[in-house]
């Protein structure tokens, strides 16, 4: 039998070593923080003002409508049904007024709330600005034309602030939404 003798490294290099990993562990702990502290405030601003929205007939009374039908991942997750308000679809950006609430359909006949999309189109956004909007940090999405969605080219924002998203709270596709209720 083989004896494979270890050799231990200099307390020194052990110091360093555990220094410098100690070092990049706080900071990437600070980052994830400072990242959910972000997150965590776009979502109170978006559940503070959509509050009232839980109700869709208060959203319908607000102006919002029912664009498309349940948007469903390819591969996974879904959207839900986008209710949009037009008049919302004017170049400006509010994190208190998202042009689109999203609700899942429930089996039951109802409507659950559970995210909103911030939308700009963007011949309307470039005309005055040089890059993709960004609100509360969170740098919007570009997509071009022609989409699935049948729309010209735009910028977007998804919010989960009334259901959870397994793989983040401004991703696209919610694995926790589904479209079966419809």
Not at 56 to 81: E, R, T
Not at 133 to 144: A, I, Q, R
Request: charged letters at 10%.
């Amino acid at each position: 039998m083989k004896k494979t003798a270890w050799i231990q490294p200099p307390i020194p290099v052990l110091l360093v070593t555990f220094l410098a990993l100690s070092s990049i562990a706080s900071a990437q702990h600070k980052m994830q923080a400072a990242a959910e502290g972000n997150q965590s405030k776009l979502v109170q601003i978006v559940r503070n003002a959509t509050e009232q929205y839980l109700d869709i007939n208060n959203a319908i009374a607000a102006g919002y409508g029912p664009f498309l039908g349940c948007v469903s991942g390819s591969d996974h997750g879904a959207m839900g049904i986008h209710y949009v308000n037009p008049s919302l679809l004017n170049g400006t950006i509010d994190a208190t007024k998202p042009q689109a609430l999203i609700y899942e359909p429930l089996s039951n006949g109802q409507m659950k709330l559970v995210g909103v999309e911030f939308i700009t189109l963007a011949s309307t956004w470039l005309q005055t600005n040089s890059g993709p909007p960004v609100l509360e940090g969170h740098v919007f999405l570009y997509v071009d034309s022609p989409n699935r969605y049948n729309t010209p080219a735009f910028f977007e924002l998804h919010v989960w602030a009334w259901r959870d998203n397994p793989t983040g709270n401004f991703v696209d596709w919610n694995d926790h939404v589904t479209c079966a209720g419809q």
